[in-house]
């Protein structure tokens, strides 16, 4: 019994020297070790240069463009007996316009958006609420002679002429219709718009050919596509006159930009905007100088030949005097 005792005595005090060596904490000095290398400071990992993303221009919601849908309600647009209503044909184009233009990421203010009908000074107003944008109104024409066809783009201010150009360069090298040109003219709702606007008349409704063309809807994609491409690309007008651009059937929504050239245009207006005729004035500055020059070459040669023949005149009469 007694040597039974002291075997389990002695394998309790082996595992109580056991426990005792697997929990005790470790050694100061491999401690001071441990805690040295947790406090250590760090190095700073080097920030990597983040790639500036460049948006274009076409992309950036931050755009305004205020699209007005000409006529509206009981203002029927076109004249008397026209067969297919303007103000149908200028919303079915302008809400096209605004969903080509929310694709490419503008941001788009209608001053219509349903068969009402809106007061010119409301539309400025509107157009004149946003500062950073542009205005474009639709409309289609009409006259009494049937024959007459064509896309024509109207302006106003100098500031406008680019956009002009641009919307002019696709909408009429897209149409199977007549180039009728760029014009300006003092529309109400150019003159009075402080950002830059334009109007777009997209064919005669009157013209038989024409109006069969507006009825299709295909057609009215085509040109809100075509006008939106002028929208997109109107940065990249040129300063130089160009030729039209040749027609294309492609009806992509998106278009690559391009050089557009500067369109020439037929000012309908009695009022002279000196950042448009500068130019002009410039070249008769030049032949004015020229024609004064002139003048005083020829002045001068009649004075000299007036001297000769005075002075031809006055030896007889002196050897007159003399005899």
Same mark, same amino acid.
């Given at each position: ?284 500055? %030049?032949?004015? @100088? +020229?024609?004064?020059? *002139?003048? #005083?070459? !020829? /002045?001068? &040669?009649?004075?000299? %030949?007036?001297? @000769? +023949?005075?002075?031809? *005149?006055? #030896?007889? !009469? /002196?050897? &007159?005097?003399?005899?």
């Amino acid at each position: 019994m007694q040597k039974h005792f002291w075997f389990y005595f002695t394998l309790l005090l082996a595992a109580c020297l056991f426990a005792r060596d697997a929990y005790a904490l470790p050694a100061p000095s491999s401690l001071d070790a441990r805690e040295r290398r947790v406090n250590a400071p760090r190095a700073t990992p080097t920030p990597k240069p983040q790639q500036r993303v460049v948006v274009p221009e076409g992309s950036r919601p931050s755009t305004t463009v205020v699209i007005d849908a000409g006529h509206g309600g009981f203002d029927r647009g076109g004249i008397a007996g026209q067969r297919v209503d303007e103000k149908t044909m200028n919303l079915d184009v302008a809400q096209r316009l605004k969903a080509v233009l929310q694709s490419y990421g503008y941001r788009v203010v209608m001053t219509r958006d349903s068969d009402v009908f809106i007061p010119l000074g409301t539309r400025v107003a509107i157009a004149n609420a946003y500062r950073d944008a542009i205005f474009v109104c639709i409309h289609f024409n009409a006259t009494p002679r049937r024959s007459a066809s064509g896309i024509e783009t109207y302006f106003y201010s100098s500031q406008s002429l680019p956009l002009a150009s641009a919307i002019h360069y696709y909408v009429a090298g897209g149409a199977p219709s007549a180039n009728r040109g760029v014009r300006r003219r003092g529309f109400f709702v150019l003159r009075n718009t402080r950002i830059p606007s334009v109007l777009v008349e997209c064919g005669f409704l009157t013209n038989p050919t024409e109006a069969q063309y507006a009825q299709s809807s295909a057609y009215r994609q085509k040109l809100a596509l075509e006008i939106a491409h002028g929208v997109q690309n109107r940065a990249s007008v040129g300063r130089i006159a160009g030729t039209m651009r040749i027609a294309s059937n492609s009806s992509s929504a998106a278009l690559e930009p391009e050089t557009v050239p500067l369109q020439p245009f037929i000012d309908q207006t009695h009022f002279r905007d000196p950042d448009l005729v500068r130019s002009k004035h410039k070249r008769s500055k %030049s032949s004015s @100088k +020229s024609t004064s020059s *002139k003048r #005083k070459k !020829s /002045s001068d &040669s009649e004075v000299v %030949s007036n001297k @000769k +023949s005075s002075t031809k *005149k006055k #030896k007889p !009469s /002196s050897a &007159s005097t003399e005899d």
